[in-house]
């Protein structure tokens, strides 16, 4: 299984960025999706999933998927200082037989500059 994350970059605060995770090796479509990101020096927090966002960006975050192209999106928009970080992708399934798979992307660094 590969999840590859991309679309990171430096941008102004105020500016967007469209981060894409593109999966391989797995049923796309039986897998939820997360995003999730780690600030320097700081743990690994939630952003979003399908079914709800983190409080810190509410508002200014979209979680999208195609199926066709086993690709998750993460449309940011409004971006600050404090959002800047190495954002990972997450895929989640649960089956009967192995309880939650989880596998992990290698991450994409947003910076945003003030």
């Known amino acids: 299984v590969q999840l590859q994350a991309s679309g990171g970059g430096l941008v102004q605060a105020g500016g967007s960025l469209r981060l894409s995770c593109a999966a391989s090796?797995?049923?796309?479509?039986?897998?939820?999706f997360g995003w999730f990101r780690q600030a320097p020096g700081k743990e690994r927090e939630f952003v979003a999933l399908?079914?709800r966002v983190a409080n810190s960006v509410k508002g200014r975050v979209t979680i999208s998927r195609d199926n066709a192209k086993n690709t998750s999106y993460l449309q940011m928009n409004s971006l600050k200082p404090g959002d800047t970080a190495v954002y990972y992708c997450n895929a989640a399934a649960f089956t009967q037989s192995t309880g939650w798979v989880n596998y992990w992307g290698q991450g994409t660094l947003v910076t945003v500059s003030s």
């Open positions: 090796g797995l049923t796309f479509s039986r897998y939820h």
């Open positions: 399908s079914t």
